[in-house]
């Protein structure tokens, strides 16, 4: 399967603790998204790579929160000091770039509960 | 405030009845449209899509959908649903002030009765 995948699909951790969440895009994409969806809502932008450049960030993305992509493949997403409100669905997505018609695949996501 | 609005948010029908879902959008300038469909257990897959050209564009599974520029809408059509379509529904926006991020509506959850 050659699709963006996300890795772990399931994180249940305590409050105040840190956690990392992992996201391959699909090869040939150099654009990388992240987004939150909470239940009822759409996905809300959160952060988004050309190559290994964050080139935008949400004020939704607090200072607890930190994005990577090191290399300009796969991303990490850090929360740190988690929080009962970071409960939701966190879904990576990538894209062509330039010359590409800019559609975004999406991975399965990954769903964190903060008890 | 700038926004995407899905106006249903729990539509139910009968197998082979007609579906259209609204999607409104408040962004002046040019904007690419999606619509993408999130079946239960699954992840978010792209529907359709509109950049330019024919405003009546097709999609996947017999969906199609209409950019109506005048009245900020890209609103989804199927003629006649089947069981198999019950999903989560969502519009989306981008090439907002020339990014590409999404703005996703609500979302419109559908339920076809068999």
């Known amino acids: 399967d050659t699709g963006v995948s996300q890795d772990p699909r399931h994180k249940i951790t305590k409050r105040g603790q840190n956690v990392t969440f992992r996201c391959d895009p699909i090869?040939?994409?150099?654009?990388l998204y992240w987004y939150r969806q909470t239940l009822g809502q759409g996905p809300e932008f959160l952060t988004y790579f050309q190559n290994e450049a964050q080139l935008e960030k949400s004020r939704l993305l607090s200072d607890r929160f930190s994005a990577e992509r090191p290399k300009g493949s796969f991303s990490t997403l850090e929360i740190q000091r988690t929080e009962q409100g970071d409960s939701a669905m966190y879904l990576c997505?990538?894209?062509?770039?330039?010359?590409?018609?800019?559609?975004?695949?999406f991975g399965p996501g990954t769903r964190l509960t903060v008890t | 405030a700038q926004s995407v609005s899905q106006h249903n948010h729990h539509v139910i029908l009968s197998e082979a009845a007609s579906l259209e879902l609204g999607c409104n959008y408040s962004y002046g300038g040019t904007v690419n449209l999606f619509w993408y469909v999130q079946y239960p257990g699954q992840h978010l897959q792209l529907l359709l899509k509109y950049f330019s050209g024919d405003p009546l564009v097709k999609g996947i599974k017999g969906f199609e959908a209409e950019f109506i520029k005048s009245k900020f809408s890209f609103n989804l059509r199927k003629p006649s649903v089947q069981w198999s379509d019950t999903a989560e529904y969502f519009c989306?926006?981008?090439?907002?002030?020339?990014?590409?991020?999404?703005?996703f509506g609500t979302g419109t959850r559908l339920k076809v009765l068999a």
């Open positions: 997505a990538s894209s062509l770039g330039q010359g590409g018609t800019y559609e975004q695949y």
């Open positions: 090869s040939e994409h150099n654009r």
């Open positions: 989306a926006v981008n090439r907002i002030s020339g990014t590409y991020k999404y703005i």
